[in-house]
């Protein structure tokens, strides 16, 4: 089992920065692929940004660009730096294993994009 800590949502102007952490209870290169989700209002839970235990990325079309994945498997934490955030980006956040383990779901992280 492990517990996942979501952190750094807020509120922010379009155009704006946040960087999103993830603070695992154990450590994330024994769980693998770790992967970002949001989900917006009235909206199903979609994967954004996922990396392996070896650093390679891949990111959702709508964030590519925009959104990088790390991860510092010392710290047992994953981050993601989102950059030129768009109101379509308002979600709540949540990092999980990809793919997801039901039991590994936190309570995410609140991101607001709005002027």
């Known amino acids: 089992q492990v517990q996942l800590v979501e952190s750094g949502g807020d509120l922010v102007q379009p155009g704006g920065s946040l960087r999103l952490s993830c603070a695992a209870s154990?450590?994330?290169?024994?769980?693998?692929?770790m992967g970002w989700y949001r989900r917006a209002p009235g909206e199903q839970r979609e994967l954004v940004a996922m990396i392996t235990s070896s650093g390679s990325t891949n990111y959702a079309d709508s964030v590519k660009g925009r959104f990088t994945i790390s991860r510092d498997n010392a710290k047992n934490t994953v981050y993601l730096q989102m950059n030129s955030l768009k109101p379509e980006d308002t979600a709540v956040y949540y990092c999980?294993?990809?793919?997801?383990?039901?039991?590994?779901w936190g309570q995410g992280t609140q991101v607001t994009v709005s002027s």
């Open positions: 154990r450590s994330i290169f024994s769980i693998g692929t």
């Open positions: 999980n294993k990809v793919p997801y383990y039901t039991d590994y």
